[in-house]
């Protein structure tokens, strides 16, 4: 078995965007970190959807990168194989909404009359800052030594009756935003599914690296070397 860690990001790149090059750097940086030796590969959602949910073993994790996103509807079949596999998973940016998204029509969580989740309210591929409030004794002992103000390139108002429902069963709220609606979710009984709707590779640099990415990648590792 090689040492080298293999990590897929599922998106469709654009060199024009500024977070997929920051998604590249950040995996660098939290490499270097934990002095291990990584190869990443970039496949196309579309792609993505035309394989099995056992492709993505060979991965020691899977991170669905931010937008540009052609076409949202594949990203939803997507989510459906990683939900099935317990390869450490990292969402960040534009498919935390999806992901959201992907859980209401799942669960057939559509009894409100109220708009669920709203658009975007960043507008284009700008950024901007947000506090970052753990609710959780992991995520507060992620921060300890790291600023909990972030930049996004995507924020989204959820409705609070929609949160308390998919809370109860299906996710637990890792971190709220300065206007208490979730920025940080994982899903409830996998080993590692964390879904940010910032996104943390802006933040890290080769001094700093983000610990939200260096923990992902920690949790690849594990993976890797668990016993079979």
């Known amino acids: ?119 975007n309210l960043i507008a284009g591929n700008s950024f901007d800052r947000l506090t970052v409030s753990p609710q959780t004794k992991a995520f507060s002992k992620l921060y300890e030594n790291f600023s909990n103000i972030e930049l996004t390139s995507s924020r989204y108002s959820i409705y609070p009756q929609l949160t308390e429902q998919l809370k109860n069963k299906f996710i637990d709220i890792e971190a709220l935003n300065q206007f208490d609606d979730p920025e940080i979710i994982s899903l409830k009984n996998h080993p590692f599914f964390i879904s940010c709707a910032f996104c943390p590779q802006i933040s890290s640099t080769r001094d700093i690296p983000h610990p939200i990415i260096y923990t992902f990648l920690k949790m690849a590792v594990s993976k890797k070397v668990k016993p079979e």
């Open 1 to 119: 078995m090689s040492d080298t860690l293999k990590i897929a990001i599922v998106g469709d790149y654009n060199f024009t965007y500024n977070a997929h090059h920051a998604t590249n750097l950040s995996l660098d940086h939290s490499a270097d970190f934990l002095e291990l030796e990584l190869n990443y590969y970039w496949i196309k959602i579309a792609d993505a959807l035309k394989h099995k949910a056992s492709y993505f073993d060979q991965y020691d994790g899977v991170w669905i990168a931010p937008g540009p996103i052609d076409n949202p509807f594949y990203l939803s079949g997507v989510f459906k194989k990683l939900t099935e596999n317990t390869v450490p998973i990292l969402i960040t940016g534009e498919g935390f909404k999806l992901f959201l998204e992907y859980l209401i029509t799942f669960h057939q969580l559509t009894t409100f009359q109220e708009k669920l989740i709203s658009e």
